[in-house]
């Protein structure tokens, strides 16, 4: 019987200060089908959403399994704290290894309404 080696997953070291992410295609498919469902809905060429990105992390490695999408509320872009309470309760109690490790946003550049969701995970 023939066993492969592991290879390396593709994230890569540069130094003491680096950190190595490995992204689970879960993630990637969640993170897709939210971007769709809006993009349908709203019929709008420049759709954003934004998302809760759940996994481990040790140290300098941060592994991202899950994810979740977050509600809004407009006009003061703060996030809807009920829903994501209730959110990340459902999600402990499916995956009570995996934590909050970190935010997505769909679209261009880093924007002021980023940098506020950035200080509420803060």
Same mark, same amino acid.
């Given at each position: 019987m023939e066993?492969?080696?592991? /290879?390396?997953? =593709?994230?890569t070291s540069s130094g003491?200060?680096?950190?190595?992410v490995r992204l689970h295609p879960l993630v990637v498919l969640n993170i897709s089908e939210h971007w769709t469902r809006y993009k349908?809905?709203?019929n709008s060429p420049s759709i954003i959403v934004y998302g809760a990105l759940l996994? /481990?992390?040790? =140290?300098?490695?941060v592994e991202i399994s899950n994810s979740f999408e977050l509600l809004l509320d407009d006009p003061h872009f703060s996030?809807?704290?009920e829903f994501y309470s209730t959110r990340e309760s459902q999600c402990?109690?499916?995956?009570?290894?995996l934590d909050i490790v970190g935010w997505y946003a769909t679209g261009g550049p880093i924007t002021e309404k980023d940098e506020l969701?950035?200080?509420c995970k803060n």
């Open positions: 066993i492969d080696t592991p /290879t390396d997953s =593709g994230a003491p200060g680096s950190v190595s349908v809905r709203e996994g /481990t992390q040790e =140290g300098h490695h996030v809807n704290t402990k109690q499916v995956y009570p290894d969701l950035n200080r």
